[in-house]
């Protein structure tokens, strides 16, 4: 971070700070994101006018390079990182097993960070780091829905006398690919079978099985209820 900030040095971060952010809001507002071209753009902005400031405020004029040992710049940055967990937090929203919102939010600190970076002076690192953002956000969403992903599942079947035993549910279960990784059964009015499966798919985790529907046909089963417990559940 260079000591003395000139007109010149402010405009070409702010224009730096104003491409980075809006390259980067380019990419989730396409998306159809809450933080979009504006958000990122006026985030940028703020972290590199906090920076500038920062610059500004230093008051060099007369001070020996050795003076500079003694001055805390962090705090600046890290009161700006500190601030943007509010915004992060209300990017980020939660129902039931489904959370939404965090690749926004890390979008966010990110364009914070870039904004810093930018207003340091640091504009060859800013480009760098904001080029490498662009990357993981346009190609990588290409690249997650090809990837295998583990999955988690909580399935419930009540049966009556007639239904099959639990031994040849447990082979079906396992024949369809899937991984028993608990399996309780009460004797209390009609058989009542709880067991958790593990198993991996490219499918979204809020797809119901096929198994599902398989069991439900089978003769003796009164009831079959399934519940997704994938607690990484995310979506952007």
């Given amino acids: 971070m260079t000591a003395s900030v000139t007109v010149g040095d402010i405009v070409l971060r702010l224009l730096a700070a104003l491409a980075a952010g809006g390259l980067i809001g380019l990419d989730r507002s396409t998306r159809g994101r809450v933080a979009g071209l504006r958000t990122t753009i006026l985030m940028c902005l703020a972290a590199a006018g906090a920076m500038i400031e920062a610059n500004l405020l230093l008051g060099v004029m007369g001070k020996s390079p050795e003076s500079f040992a003694t001055m805390d710049v962090l705090r600046f940055p890290l009161g700006i990182l500190s601030g943007i967990g509010f915004i992060g937090a209300g990017a980020i929203a939660r129902r039931g ?3 939404t919102g965090v690749t ?3 979008t966010l600190w990110l364009v914070t960070v870039v904004g810093l970076i930018l207003g340091a002076g ?3 690192f800013g480009a760098a780091l904001t080029a490498i953002a662009f990357l993981v956000l346009s190609i990588l969403k290409r690249v997650e829905p090809a990837l295998r992903r583990e999955h988690r599942g909580r399935l419930t079947i009540r049966l009556d006398g007639t ?5 040849e549910l447990r082979d079906r279960i396992r024949a369809a690919g899937y991984t028993i990784s608990s399996f309780a059964i009460t ?4 058989r009542r079978i709880e067991c958790h499966l593990e198993w991996y798919s ?3 985790q809020d797809q119901t099985p096929e198994l599902v529907e398989q069991i439900s046909n089978l003769q003796g089963v009164l009831a079959v209820e399934w519940t997704p417990v ?3 559940h995310l979506f952007e």
Avoid: E, H, K
Avoid at 163 to 167: L, T, Y
Avoid at 187 to 190: H, I, S
């Fill in 97 to 99: 097993n489904l959370v």
């Fill in 104 to 106: 926004t939010a890390a």
């Fill in 122 to 124: 640091y504009i060859g």
């Fill in 163 to 167: 239904g099959p035993s639990n031994r």
């Fill in 187 to 190: 004797y209390d009015g009609p």
């Fill in 202 to 204: 490219r499918q979204a």
């Fill in 230 to 232: 994938n607690a990484g």
